[in-house]
């Protein structure tokens, strides 16, 4: 009877969140209903941040999940971090919307992910900002599956800008887990740190070509500034 309730209760979360961003964030207790909390099975799991792209009108971060465990059972089947994020200005707008921030993702196709912004009602244009982002793959009729040892994207942080905004810092923040937990294939839950990041943004550079040409004018401004004071000296 308890395997049926389980079931029952796992399939109402699985028809509610799965493909959609949810409101209120997930809720890992409830869709793990033997969850219980324990400690790495192998070595220091972790979370880290990482620069993916950088355009005028855009900056992309991508959140990475890093584990060793190389025992089936130990294998990853949930996901949640919380990220705090600040600007150094205004003008940087977070979508926040699940097919940009989980497509392409190791989790894309887990069949519950959430994306949840739980400061300033919610508001992804308003920084010190807050997140809660989470992916959850029980074993439903998906393509997902659990994973294994490996570096993971897990999710993507893509700003809209419409000024300069750089750099935006991030580091683990409070929700469900602090300030991240991950559940194994046996509903073991244990929490990870999320590696403070403040990237800063790229300056450009000149390539060589460029470089080669650069020294090309230079050497030409000079050899025409030598020559008109011999031209302004003889005349």
Not at 18 to 30: C, M, V
Not at 151 to 163: I, M, Q, R
Request: proline fraction near 5%; hydrophobic fraction near 45%; charge should be negative.
């Amino acid at each position: 009877m308890k395997k049926i309730v389980g079931f029952l209760l796992i399939g109402l979360a699985v028809s509610v969140l799965a493909g959609s961003s949810s409101a209120a964030g997930i809720d890992l207790y409830s869709l793990f209903p033997n969850l219980t909390l324990g400690s790495d099975p192998d070595s220091t799991d972790y979370c880290y941040v990482a620069v993916a792209g950088i355009t005028a009108n855009t900056l992309t971060l991508q959140l990475h999940v890093v584990t060793d465990n190389s025992n089936s059972a130990d294998y990853l089947q949930g996901i949640d971090v919380a990220l705090d994020l600040t600007a150094d200005q205004a003008g940087a707008t977070l979508d926040t919307t699940v097919a940009t921030v989980f497509g392409g993702s190791a989790v894309s196709g887990w069949g519950i992910q959430s994306a949840h912004v739980y400061t300033s009602g919610g508001n992804p244009s308003s920084f010190p900002l807050s997140i809660e982002l989470g992916a959850v793959e029980l074993d439903t009729a998906d393509a997902g599956a659990p994973l294994g040892p490996g570096d993971y994207v897990f999710a993507t942080l893509k700003f809209n800008l419409t000024s300069p905004v750089c750099p935006i810092c991030t580091e683990g923040g409070c929700f469900d887990g602090c300030p991240a937990m991950l559940v194994t294939t046996v509903a073991n839950g244990y929490t990870v740190q999320v590696t403070p990041s403040c990237p800063q943004c790229g300056i450009p550079t000149l390539s060589e070509w460029g470089l080669i040409l650069f020294g090309v004018v230079l050497f030409g401004s000079l050899v025409w500034y030598l020559r008109r004071r011999r031209w302004a000296a003889a005349g």
